[in-house]
């Protein structure tokens, strides 16, 4: 009878489980659409800005995740890749004023750069691979002031883009293109782990010898892994661009990328959820720490406290809740 109820708990999680992975990808983003779409008529213009902000950023979060998370590369200089994307935009929407084929031109510029650093990063491991994307973030800002002529140097380039269709409020527009290209990118991204690629990325990140033996082409797959998550840095460059209307060194600077990858790991490492999670801490959190820069008068507070504050929730959760936010509910279930 004891052994009876002990078991229980067991297959009823395994029923939820297997449930939860029968619920098609593109549900939840249907969903996550339609109450996009309602905050929109809802919320102030300076709400949809952050929340156009929080799409922007998922689409980041959501690539970085699955190549840290699901695949074990750490990554330091997906804020480069943004930039990357974003500069690329901006030079073929100012050139074309097309907007589809600028964005196009970002991701396939920065899904190359993600095959150069993926090739490199695919013979390395743990700090060397670190110290590798940690250079690329500190070379490619450079890179537009050596080129002041084409980039602008520090004052950057300005966007040119067409207005919103009919009476469309700017930021309503804004949080609609941005959030689109979220959820597809979301859609794509849990399409593609939930296949043979999923399970390849998750045995290279448990053992790679052991994925070796069992067939598994490490280095492809790290190569690919790299690729996407590079793709998806450069499409929310992309809508970094679109938001500013511009496109500057200043907006990507070195502590983008270390708060890309603390977002990551306080939302939870390799879940979708998690990077939602973490996209609304990266815009949460530095609004909070203006406000308490604002009230304390003191304007050079803003930018520390901002760090601060991400590794005062970083410390919290790991001690918490070591799988991240989203394994809170998880774990909460589980003891139940």
């Given at each position: 009878m004891t052994g009876v109820l002990q078991k229980s708990p067991t297959r009823s999680g395994q029923t939820?489980?297997?449930?939860?992975?029968?619920?098609?990808?593109?549900?939840?983003?249907?969903?996550?659409?339609?109450?996009?779409?309602?905050?929109?008529?809802?919320?102030?213009?300076?709400?949809?800005?952050?929340?156009?902000?929080?799409?922007?950023?998922?689409?980041?979060?959501?690539?970085?995740?699955?190549?840290?998370?699901?695949?074990?590369?750490?990554?330091?200089?997906?804020?480069?890749?943004?930039?990357?994307?974003?500069?690329?935009?901006?030079?073929?929407?100012?050139?074309?004023?097309?907007?589809?084929?600028?964005?196009?031109?970002a991701i396939l510029t920065t899904t190359l750069a993600g095959v150069v650093i993926g090739l490199a990063a695919a013979r390395l491991r743990g700090p060397y691979l670190a110290g590798l994307t940690l250079a690329v973030a500190v070379v490619v800002p450079s890179v537009t002031s050596t080129f002041d002529e084409t980039f602008n140097s520090d004052m950057g380039l300005s966007v040119a883009l067409d207005p919103p269709p009919g009476v469309v409020p700017m930021e309503q527009w804004q949080a609609w293109l941005c959030w689109a290209g979220a959820l597809v990118t979301a859609f794509l991204l849990a399409t593609l782990v939930r296949g043979r690629f999923g399970r390849d990325l998750r045995a290279v990140r448990d053992d790679e010898t052991a994925a070796r033996l069992a067939g598994v082409h490490v280095a492809r797959t790290q190569v690919i892994a790299f690729v996407v998550s590079a793709a998806c840095a450069g499409l929310a460059g992309v809508l970094f661009a679109f938001l500013a209307q511009s496109?500057?060194?200043?907006?990507?600077?070195?502590?983008?990328?270390?708060?890309?990858?603390?977002?990551?790991?306080?939302?939870?490492?390799?879940?979708?959820?998690?990077?939602?999670?973490?996209a609304v801490l990266l815009v949460a959190l530095p609004a909070l720490a203006q406000t308490a820069s604002e009230r304390s008068g003191s304007q050079h507070l803003e930018g520390n406290l901002a760090l601060v504050i991400f590794g005062v929730v970083l410390v919290v959760v790991m001690l918490a809740a070591p799988g991240g936010l989203a394994s809170i509910h998880t774990n909460f279930r589980r003891k139940r």
């Open positions: 939820l489980a297997r449930r939860r992975r029968r619920v098609p990808p593109l549900v939840p983003i249907i969903l996550g659409a339609l109450l996009v779409l309602a905050l929109t008529y809802v919320l102030p213009p300076f709400r949809n800005y952050q929340l156009a902000t929080v799409g922007a950023y998922f689409t980041v979060t959501a690539g970085l995740t699955v190549l840290t998370g699901l695949n074990g590369q750490l990554s330091l200089g997906h804020g480069a890749l943004m930039a990357t994307g974003a500069y690329t935009f901006a030079l073929a929407q100012n050139r074309w004023l097309s907007m589809p084929l600028s964005v196009l031109a496109v500057s060194p200043g907006a990507f600077p070195l502590t983008l990328s270390l708060f890309l990858v603390m977002a990551i790991v306080i939302g939870g490492l390799g879940r979708l959820v998690g990077a939602l999670l973490g």
